[in-house]
């Protein structure tokens, strides 16, 4: 690309987005603040909470090609510019993101906007995909399940682990495992456990231990063990 791009936005996901884009040997400026008004650029690109995605885009003048980077939000939030979603599937923390080899999902207002944020999704390594507008929140839930709802997951089982005196870095190869699973052959195939194979005395065993350990754990456990009753076809069973 020859455009010059600018970024707006200074937190987690700006800095590490015009690091990479610079890496990648484009020309970048930035980032900027959520004032900016798109000065010398041919495309900017919103990091920006999704609150305040309309308030940046509405200060940036005529003419650039405007992008922001949430996932659920639509482009109707950056009209009238001509614009582009692009929504890096990764966890950007305070040390970075390395975006490479990771999914993104795009969009674009006209084949021009859809051009553009394919070829800085290539630019960054990462595999693009399109989402429509009216698909984007249960896309974006989909990666809130399997980033931020699994961190909460494994946050409960290292408190309970850690009631029994085992450290959490026991926990680790198994955990990777079962991702690895998951990843390979998908949730039904990968699902191995006392659910799994209908041994519901040792849930029962668990559900004490943790009433006595963890009650607040209590719900989040139920959730959990009847969404795995019916991941393995044992709801009728458990009933």
Same mark, same amino acid.
Do not use: K
């Given at each position: 690309?020859?455009?010059?791009?600018?970024t707006?936005g200074?937190?987690r996901?700006?800095t590490?987005?015009?690091d990479?884009? #610079?890496?990648?040997?484009?020309?970048?400026? !930035?980032? +900027?603040? #959520? !004032?900016f %008004?798109g000065?010398g650029?041919?495309?900017?690109?919103l990091?920006? &909470?999704?609150a305040e995605?309309?308030? @940046?885009?509405?200060?940036?003048a005529?003419g &650039?090609l405007v992008? +922001?980077?949430?996932? @659920?939000? !639509?482009?109707?939030a $950056?009209? &009238? +510019?001509a614009? =582009?979603? $692009?929504h890096?599937l990764?966890?950007v923390?305070p040390?970075?993101a390395? =975006?490479?080899?990771?999914g993104c999902?795009?969009a674009?207002?006209?084949?021009?906007?859809?051009r553009?944020a394919t070829?800085l999704?290539?630019?960054?390594?990462?595999d693009? =995909?399109?989402?429509?507008?009216?698909d984007? /929140?249960a896309? +974006?839930?989909?990666?809130?399940?399997?980033?931020?709802f699994l961190?909460?997951?494994e946050?409960a089982a290292?408190?309970?682990?850690?009631?029994a005196?085992v450290?959490r870095?026991?926990?680790a190869?198994?955990a990777?495992?079962?991702f690895d699973?998951?990843a390979?052959v !998908?949730?039904?195939?990968a699902?191995?456990?006392?659910i799994?194979?209908?041994?519901e005395?040792?849930? @029962?065993?668990?559900r004490?231990a943790i009433?006595?350990?963890? &009650?607040?754990?209590l719900a989040? =456990? %139920?959730a959990? @063990?009847?969404?795995? #009753? /019916? $991941?393995?076809?044992?709801?009728?069973?458990h009933?």
């Amino acid at each position: 690309m020859r455009e010059t791009i600018a970024t707006v936005g200074p937190g987690r996901l700006g800095t590490a987005l015009t690091d990479a884009l #610079r890496a990648a040997g484009l020309t970048v400026t !930035g980032p +900027h603040g #959520r !004032g900016f %008004d798109g000065t010398g650029a041919d495309v900017v690109l919103l990091c920006v &909470p999704d609150a305040e995605i309309a308030a @940046a885009c509405a200060c940036i003048a005529p003419g &650039p090609l405007v992008g +922001h980077c949430s996932g @659920a939000t !639509g482009l109707d939030a $950056l009209a &009238p +510019h001509a614009a =582009f979603g $692009l929504h890096p599937l990764m966890t950007v923390t305070p040390a970075g993101a390395r =975006f490479s080899g990771a999914g993104c999902a795009i969009a674009g207002s006209d084949g021009a906007a859809l051009r553009c944020a394919t070829d800085l999704a290539a630019a960054l390594g990462m595999d693009p =995909f399109v989402v429509a507008d009216g698909d984007r /929140a249960a896309y +974006h839930a989909a990666a809130s399940i399997a980033s931020n709802f699994l961190v909460t997951l494994e946050g409960a089982a290292e408190r309970l682990a850690a009631a029994a005196g085992v450290p959490r870095s026991a926990l680790a190869p198994l955990a990777r495992a079962a991702f690895d699973n998951w990843a390979a052959v !998908g949730a039904q195939e990968a699902l191995t456990g006392p659910i799994a194979r209908g041994d519901e005395a040792t849930v @029962a065993l668990q559900r004490e231990a943790i009433a006595r350990t963890a &009650p607040d754990l209590l719900a989040l =456990f %139920d959730a959990m @063990a009847d969404a795995t #009753r /019916a $991941l393995a076809g044992r709801v009728e069973a458990h009933a």
